[in-house]
């Protein structure tokens, strides 16, 4: 086995979002921080400009806006949710900028969210970033604390 062995590459996750990335047990839900949708890490955002966090593409836009599914060409698979509780707000205060089957490269524009209109309304405005679908695969955490959008912050592999 050479250079160009089948090790498989690994997949990168980005910042969609200025922020503090933290860790999924500091995130106030129970499916989040009990992992019961998978793996992952949170971004509790400094403003509402959101990017896609990997190139590949959107497997699913929830209708209220506040959830993203996004699929890597290796199959990972990883979801961004925006706050917890938001999908009672049925959309208000997200402007999304892409539709399901979109392909995306990391930093492409997502959603635009109204933090001044969905915090009050909402538990917390913190993201859980999660691989829903790790099949083995390893999830590493490259960066923690105080992030700027695009910036790597864990790879899957």
Same mark, same amino acid.
């Given at each position: 086995?050479?250079?160009?062995?089948?090790? /498989?590459?690994?997949?990168?996750?980005?910042? @969609?979002?200025?922020?503090?990335? !933290?860790?999924?047990?500091?995130?106030?839900?129970?499916?989040?921080?009990? %992992?019961?949708?998978?793996?992952?890490?949170?971004? !509790? @955002?400094? #403003?509402?400009?959101?990017? /896609? @966090?990997?190139?590949?593409?959107?497997?699913?836009?929830?209708?209220?806006? =506040?959830?993203?599914?996004?699929?890597?060409? /290796?199959?990972?698979?990883?979801?961004? =949710?925006?706050?917890?509780?938001? &999908? #009672?707000?049925?959309?208000?205060?997200?402007? /999304? *900028? !892409?539709?399901?089957?979109?392909?995306?490269?990391?930093?492409?524009?997502? !959603?635009? &969210?109204?933090?001044? *209109?969905?915090? @009050?309304?909402?538990?917390?405005?913190?993201?859980?970033?999660?691989?829903?679908?790790?099949?083995? %695969?390893?999830?590493?955490?490259?960066?923690?604390?105080?992030?700027?959008?695009?910036?790597?912050?864990?790879?899957?592999?």
């Amino acid at each position: 086995m050479g250079l160009f062995s089948k090790k /498989s590459k690994l997949v990168e996750i980005f910042a @969609p979002v200025d922020g503090e990335v !933290v860790g999924l047990d500091k995130v106030e839900d129970e499916v989040f921080s009990g %992992k019961m949708m998978g793996d992952g890490l949170a971004i !509790v @955002p400094a #403003n509402g400009d959101f990017v /896609s @966090p990997m190139n590949g593409e959107l497997a699913s836009v929830f209708p209220t806006k =506040h959830a993203y599914g996004f699929r890597e060409k /290796s199959g990972v698979e990883v979801l961004v =949710h925006i706050g917890l509780d938001t &999908v #009672n707000l049925d959309g208000e205060g997200f402007e /999304s *900028f !892409v539709k399901q089957g979109d392909k995306v490269n990391h930093g492409d524009p997502m !959603v635009k &969210v109204d933090l001044k *209109f969905v915090k @009050p309304k909402v538990p917390s405005i913190t993201t859980p970033i999660i691989v829903t679908n790790q099949n083995g %695969k390893e999830i590493t955490i490259v960066k923690m604390g105080k992030v700027k959008k695009g910036e790597l912050i864990a790879t899957v592999g």
